[in-house]
């Protein structure tokens, strides 16, 4: 199986291929004009939908990022000014410098809200669509957690060239000093079994490898010709069946098969030393910004959903983890989070649209909650000073581009204060039966609750229809 999202020239020849140059030949049409009649009609093919999740761990201040109240006191405004974008009327950040030239690309959805200010129960919360279920005494996972979007995608999506239906990278999100993961990121109550794919690692690094699609440490080029040259004797013996009916030379081939596409092209689709180190840079010699590299090139493989989890070096930090920001919230997304996600979002939609996969791929950048209106105000922790914000779910924003989402708009309101929605209120269920919708995967569709063992809808969102 080969990859097609090259040019049609570099593809592999089949005889079905032959036989066509060969019938054109007789009409007066040479292998050139049968290669551009194939690239016109490949060109016409409807391209498959996709979705990518960028999860901005921690919670990013919607009232200092997008979503700013200028005229509202400055204990509530903060010590930003906004800037104009490339859209009239709508303002942003002025340290986004370049997504405010981008503005024309997204949607900025202001009326996110739920109830949930505790960490890990309002990520399961985004993660999964759903309410919390328990009591939130505790960021950490646990086995009854709802199932996360990427895990209903790998369970109800629809594989592509081999890949997987959901990949999850480059990390799966745990606060320093706790055992577990937290909560929402596993297909949970559904069953481990159908977990997302996890491509964890560091992009960045010369060294860096994805697990699972390399050759096992014991297994070398020549172990393999040898199995290969043992599947050539078991085809020339016949089928070899075991007493359950197995064909062990058919399960074996099919082995082999797999390992050949695993590493001639899912293993392509993961070397980002095939990109050029201009590409690189663009995007920022971070871990986020090339794992959204490599997010671009897994879109182009044809995986349809990846979900992508904020990393910055702040993640060892046990207060101000990643978005948080309880104290010293202006200097940390002013020099920090602001050049970071500046440099490496707008590159990876500037790449999306280059390609001519942002029409098809909706991308949805949104983190577990805002921050409260007004500066020093506590509300979940105590570690909040009077320089920092804490946790506010009642109102934030997300981002949305391509997937069909008209750009240049801003979508619903908040108040004056920035602390409520004032209209077009989402929540998210409805983020996520938004997603499912432009996925291709039916909401109304059940999965065993192994929890609480009675049948269960995908999600109890209602679409947003007027993006």
């Not at 005229?71 to 370049?98: D, M």
């Not at 702040?314 to 200097?331: E, R």
């Not at 920090?336 to 029409?359: I, K, T, V, Y």
């Not at 009077?386 to 997937?403: C, Y």
Request: one cysteine or more; aromatic letters at 8%.
């Amino acid at each position: 199986m080969a990859f097609m999202n090259g040019p049609l020239s570099q593809q592999p020849t089949t005889r079905r291929h032959l036989l066509e140059i060969g019938g054109l030949s007789m009409l007066g049409l040479g292998t050139g004009d049968l290669l551009r009649l194939r690239e016109a009609a490949a060109a016409r093919a409807p391209r498959a939908r996709s979705c990518v999740f960028v999860f901005l761990f921690g919670g990013p201040s919607h009232i200092d990022l997008w979503d700013m109240k200028p005229g509202a006191p400055v204990e509530v405004r903060g010590e930003f000014n906004g800037i104009s974008t490339n859209q009239p009327g709508v303002r942003i950040c002025e340290h986004l410098p370049r997504l405010s030239q981008r503005l024309d690309k997204l949607c900025l959805l202001r009326s996110m809200t739920h109830r949930m200010n505790v960490h890990g129960p309002a990520m399961s919360e985004l993660y999964t669509g759903r309410p919390y279920p328990f009591p939130p005494i505790t960021d950490q996972s646990r086995p009854e957690d709802w199932p996360s979007m990427s895990s209903l995608a790998m369970r109800f999506g629809q594989p592509r060239n081999g890949l997987p239906p959901s990949i999850v990278l480059p990390w799966y999100l745990q606060f320093p000093g706790q055992s577990r993961l937290i909560a929402g990121q596993t297909a949970g109550r559904m069953g481990r079994s159908h977990d997302a794919v996890l491509v964890d690692g560091d992009p960045n690094k010369d060294n860096f490898r994805v697990k699972g699609f390399e050759l096992a440490d014991d297994v070398s080029i020549d172990r393999l010709d040898r199995r290969r040259n043992l599947l050539s004797q078991f085809e020339r013996s016949g089928p070899i069946r075991t007493d359950r009916n197995i064909d062990v030379a058919s399960r074996h081939r099919d082995t082999l098969r797999g390992f050949d596409f695993l590493q001639q092209q899912a293993g392509r689709a993961f070397n980002l030393d095939r990109e050029t180190a201009a590409v690189r840079d663009a995007y920022g010699r971070t871990r986020i910004g090339q794992s959204l590299l490599l997010t671009r090139r897994l879109l182009e493989a044809g995986v349809p959903l990846i979900t992508v989890n904020w990393i910055d070096p702040t993640k060892i930090d046990g207060v101000n983890t990643c978005w948080d920001t309880h104290q010293q919230n202006f200097p940390k997304l002013k020099n920090l989070l602001c050049p970071m996600f500046d440099q490496s979002f707008p590159a990876f939609l500037d790449d999306l649209e280059q390609r001519g996969l942002l029409e098809t791929t909706l991308v949805v950048a949104v983190g577990e909650f805002g921050r409260t209106p007004k500066m020093g105000e506590v509300t979940q922790s105590n570690n909040t000073k009077s320089t920092g914000r804490d946790h506010w779910p009642h109102a934030f924003t997300a981002i949305l581009a391509g997937g069909g989402v008209r750009g240049g708009q801003v979508y619903g309101s908040t108040t004056r204060n920035g602390g409520h929605p004032a209209d077009k209120p989402v929540t998210p269920a409805d983020l996520h039966a938004t997603i499912y919708h432009h996925l291709g995967i039916d909401t109304e569709q059940t999965y065993l609750d192994e929890f609480q063992r009675v049948r269960q809808v995908l999600c109890e969102g209602r679409r947003v229809r007027d993006l």
